[in-house]
């Protein structure tokens, strides 16, 4: 299984060699006791190692880096609470299916189980996170389990893999051989859809009257991208994507009905609602997109395509599954297909288009809308990486920005982690450095990890941060307000500090926006200025995101702006 | 409905408990867990009772075979595989009793494996419905203590998992 040469290295330096040979040119992490003789020999390594001040950080950053890049991101920390620090990043890149690998520090072999000083049984926290996960009890196993890692984390339906390390096992000596193969019986993920099951598919599409593409994350991560518009295109059919499904098809693309479920369109959820075949691309019908499941999509057949088997027939019935890779899938498919009667529906789409339109009311003409300053950021930069943190500011950054490419909004989906954004888009900077890097964000989510300024500003990462700054954990705020009689218990969070001065004291550009007439000036001067910088922009601070479904509803059942 | 479920897995300090962990995260229930290596020493045998509709039962399937180190997952439960038990039942006995117990345990195909003054414990393998009829017969003379090993089964004939 091996070939090449064999070297005598100790643990952490065969680590170091392990990463190189994956291709790995960058690390997220954090040093610490137990991570030590891996550090010592980084020292003396080509890895470039972006020092995070929260190991959190670390693992949101790994996972921007592999979200803009297509690549495996990679994160290390320390063992106990170094490696509890992970938990929430890790599990932010498994519901989202994103390749990292994290590597920690352990404790030594001989202390293990002894409630030792640092010690955490990581291996067993992550196990319901992880898409697999190691504790290297034999030295000699390091370069397998690496190798095995990094296959693992890429292939089939992404994931995080964690590989922990004991202190003992980075010291010893070893002979090192790196495998050129992974062998593993248990994991062998289909990525060819099966043709039979294919040419079915292509023949409900040819006797549908109201298809409707319904495309994931799965899109972006298999890079199907392309088929996925030449498939729209062919048949002549609507596309609705996920929140991980945006960027993979342009906004502004005729066929493009926008993102669809709670906060979708109100013509993608009437679309889903009134189509007779679904075609659903890389997505897992989660229940921020279906709503009421009894109620979803009533007299629609469903086309699930899904590299994970697991996915099919878990939330929705589906009447015709294809478990492969997006992308080949949509290759094959593609051959079988032609265009279908749909003409009529994609006039009474359009008609819907034109009938209820996203938007929104000003206010006042003094008040910045925040739905404006998305525009606005849409309009001075585009082509950019849109990172978000959790709240209303990602709707709005999902429903107000104008996606061109592929890998141009990331954003934490599943877990819907407040924190995500600033470090993830720190992590897309690094992996991307010709693009420039917004992170949209709200005040609340901000302060949950707005200590890597003191990162963006040692590593010279100039990304900028947009605050919509209203005074709220908005969208709980916005939830009291229409479920639960207006009690705004413990949402205000006005007064908690000066952001401007904030990215001031950490060497960082900080910029404020009171006026609708300032926003665009200074969101262009940050992206100028080419420094990692903040923008305050005080915002309404009752504004909602509309349209809503409330949860558990009907997704046809929206509160609109001038209903409520 | 009752599915039993043979799961190969590779022969690894942990397996189990990620095996195990995915149940209950899931919220599946399990009746009853019996594991073993098999033939082959790198490989271990998981066999799993658990309760469910087929959608429940598919679920639990795809969900196990996604675990790396789950080799094969195959639902063998019904009149094409062979089930067993193993039971040792520790039961109150004295010099009255203790030939009606004895009778008992013959007439199950039983074996008594320990006698003491007061008590006795019979051995007993067969399906569930074989060991709960010899519990309740047993039952009538005290049960001191009781352990079960969880279900295994196996395919009839020369088919595999």
Redesign the interface.
């Known amino acids: 299984m091996t070939t090449g040469s064999t070297e005598k290295v100790n643990g952490a330096k065969a680590l170091i060699k392990c990463l190189e040979k994956e291709g790995v040119d960058t690390l997220f992490g954090y040093p610490g006791g137990q991570i030590i003789p891996f550090y010592n020999e980084l020292y003396d390594s080509d890895l470039r190692h972006i020092l995070v001040r929260h190991e959190q950080a670390s693992a949101h950053a790994a996972d921007g880096y592999a979200r803009a890049t297509g690549k495996t991101g990679v994160c290390v920390s320390t063992s106990g609470p170094g490696a509890t620090n992970l938990v929430t990043g890790i599990a932010t890149a498994y519901m989202d299916s994103v390749p990292i690998v994290a590597l920690t520090g352990q404790v030594p072999r001989s202390l293990i189980g002894n409630d030792a000083f640092q010690e955490a049984d990581i291996t067993g926290i992550t196990q319901p996170i992880t898409k697999h996960n190691y504790l290297v009890q034999d030295p000699q196993e390091i370069p397998r389990i690496v190798k095995e890692a990094f296959h693992i984390a890429s292939t089939g339906r992404p994931g995080p893999v964690l590989i922990d390390l004991p202190k003992d096992v980075q010291n010893i000596e070893i002979d090192l051989q790196y495998p050129d193969k992974v062998e593993l019986r248990g994991y062998k993920p289909t990525y060819k859809g099966n043709t039979q099951q294919i040419k079915r598919a292509a023949g409900e599409i040819a006797n549908s009257c109201r298809p409707i593409i319904y495309a994931g994350g799965g899109v972006i991560s298999s890079n199907a991208s392309a088929e996925l518009i030449e498939l729209a295109e062919t048949i002549l059919a609507p596309v609705t994507t996920t929140l991980m499904g945006i960027s993979s098809i342009p906004t502004e693309h005729p066929l493009y009905v926008g993102m669809l479920g709670m906060h979708g369109c109100k013509y993608a959820n009437y679309a889903i609602q009134e189509s007779d075949l679904i075609i659903a691309v890389g997505a897992r019908f989660d229940d921020r997109v279906t709503g009421k499941v009894e109620s979803f999509a009533p007299n629609a057949r469903i086309i699930h395509i899904d590299v994970d088997p697991a996915e099919i027939s878990k939330n929705v019935k589906v009447h015709i599954p294809i478990v492969g890779d997006a992308k080949q899938v949509l290759k094959s498919l593609i051959k079988y297909i032609k265009r279908c009667n749909s003409a009529e529906w994609i006039e009474k789409i359009n008609h819907w288009k034109k009938e209820y339109p996203l938007g929104y009311s000003q206010m006042s003409p003094d008040v910045i809308m925040p739905q404006f300053v998305v525009k606005q950021i849409s309009e001075a930069c585009k082509d950019a990486i849109i990172v978000t943190e959790v709240g209303q500011h990602q709707m709005w950054a999902a429903q107000y920005f104008n996606y061109s490419t592929p890998r141009t909004f990331l954003t934490s989906g599943g877990l819907g982690t407040m924190g995500y954004g600033f470090p993830a888009a720190m992590g897309a900077k690094v992996g991307r450095p010709d693009k420039t890097v917004i992170n949209i964000s709200g005040d609340g989510s901000f302060q949950m990890n707005s200590q890597e300024l003191a990162t963006v500003v040692q590593n010279d990462i100039p990304v900028v941060t947009v605050i919509l700054n209203n005074g709220y954990l908005g969208m709980v705020r916005q939830w009291q307000e229409l479920f639960y009689d207006r009690r705004y218990s413990c949402t205000c969070i006005k007064g908690s500090v000066d952001f401007v001065k904030l990215a001031e004291a950490y060497g960082a550009l900080g910029l404020r926006a009171e006026k609708p007439s300032e926003v665009r000036p200074a969101i262009e001067e940050a992206v100028r200025s080419g420094r990692p910088a903040i923008v305050d922009v005080i915002v309404e601070c009752e504004a909602n995101v509309y349209p809503m479904v409330p949860a558990g509803a009907a997704i046809n059942e929206i509160i609109d702006q001038e209903e409520h | 409905m009752k599915h039993t479920l043979a799961i190969l897995?590779?022969n690894k300090?942990?397996v189990l408990?990620?095996v195990a962990?995915l149940f209950s995260?899931r919220g599946y229930n399990i009746d009853s867990l019996a594991v073993g290596v098999t033939e082959d020493p790198d490989i271990s045998r998981i066999t799993i009772v658990v309760h469910g509709d087929d959608?429940v039962v598919?679920?639990v399937t795809?969900?196990l075979?996604?675990?790396?180190?789950?080799?094969?997952v195959s639902d063998i439960g019904g009149d094409e595989a062979v089930e067993r038990e193993l039971a040792l039942i520790k039961v109150s006995a004295d010099v009255d009793t203790r030939a009606e117990i004895i009778q008992i345990a013959n007439i199950f195909r039983g074996r008594i494996v320990d006698v003491a003054p007061k008590s006795m414990t019979v051995e007993i393998t067969g399906d569930e419905g074989k060991i709960q009829a010899i519990e309740k017969l047993l039952r009538q003379f005290g049960i001191k203590e009781l352990v079960r090993t969880g279900k295994i089964a196996i395919v009839r004939g020369s088919k595999k998992v």
């Open positions: 897995v590779e300090a942990g408990s990620r962990a995260r959608h598919e679920q795809k969900q075979n996604k675990l790396i180190d789950v080799i094969k």
